[in-house]
């Protein structure tokens, strides 16, 4: 009897901020512009083909001839004015895909929400240079309202963040979005759900490994490219592979350490919620 073909895995990429300047808390974000270069074009050095998040979504519902023969997806997450002026020019220069997730309380503004990273100043997109951005080949998607952690938030609060962004960038654009990410990457069932009804038909996680066609799409695994990730690392990435120990601790360190975080996070909630609604029938 023939084994039932592999799945194929797919790399969706994470980055965040394209620039040389960053607080040291918030360093692992950033991958300065000229190595973000050597990154797009070893992608088109070896013939990888970036699409969106959506294309990818839709592309795995067909026949598995629908994804390119070496798909990869690049998501940009927050919504930063480095997107504009340092990874678009290079994105465009090899006619690449991309998705950007956007938080749509800081656009025309700055980073508020980065104070304990140091980093409150970072300019974001504004909406005009949105609009220019999505007539190009870049998806634009929701990272909710105000960036906030999702899965310890009340109900009402999260839909009204999850529909408010989606809302916002359907409003300013004049195009469907389709596409979420969870900020810091924390969801749970109930916010997957919400983002389901709110009509996305994707949403990005974390979680540290390649994507797989048996991917629940409202949970779709993502690799952060590290801001210090040379030619060799970039590209094992791209495979799932680790090139060295050291990367290999940190992947299994990070899968680990994320499910118990959250864990931890929602527990410390629950107490704080407590004891705020025992003040409240004391009053």
């Not at 390119?68 to 940009?76: A, D, I, Q, R, W």
């Not at 870049?138 to 408010?164: F, K, N, W």
């Not at 680790?242 to 990367?247: D, E, F, G, R």
Request: positive net charge.
């Amino acid at each position: 009897m023939n084994a039932p073909p592999q799945k194929k895995k797919v790399p969706i990429l994470m980055y965040h901020s394209i620039s040389c300047s960053a607080n040291p808390r918030f360093r692992r974000f950033t991958v300065p512009p000229s190595l973000f270069a050597k990154q797009m074009t070893y992608l088109y050095q070896h013939a990888y083909t970036p699409i969106t998040v959506t294309h990818y979504v839709r592309a795995r519902s067909q026949e598995e001839s629908a994804l390119p023969e070496h798909p990869v997806m690049l998501t940009f997450d927050d919504g930063f004015a480095d997107f504009f002026t340092a990874a678009l020019p290079v994105l465009m220069q090899y006619n690449f895909a991309a998705t950007l997730y956007v938080s749509t309380a800081f656009i025309d503004g700055t980073s508020r929400w980065l104070r304990y990273e140091k980093e409150p100043t970072r300019l974001m997109l504004t909406w005009e240079q949105l609009a220019e951005i999505s007539t190009s080949r870049i998806e634009c998607g929701a990272h909710s309202h105000s960036h906030p952690q999702l899965d310890i938030l009340p109900y009402t609060v999260a839909r009204d963040e999850i529909l408010q962004s989606k809302k916002l960038l359907e409003d300013h654009l004049g195009q469907e979005i389709f596409s979420f990410a969870y900020p810091f990457g924390y969801h749970t069932a109930r916010v997957r759900q919400l983002v389901r009804e709110a009509g996305y038909t994707s949403a990005c996680a974390v979680r540290h490994a390649m994507s797989s066609e048996t991917d629940d799409p409202f949970s779709l695994a993502r690799l952060m490219v590290r801001a210090d990730s040379n030619t060799e690392e970039f590209a094992a990435l791209l495979t799932g592979r680790s090139p060295s120990p050291v990367t290999a601790v940190y992947k299994i360190y990070a899968r680990s350490r994320t499910p118990v975080w959250q864990v931890a996070r929602r527990c410390a909630a629950s107490v704080t919620q407590y004891l705020k609604e025992g003040r409240v029938a004391r009053c």
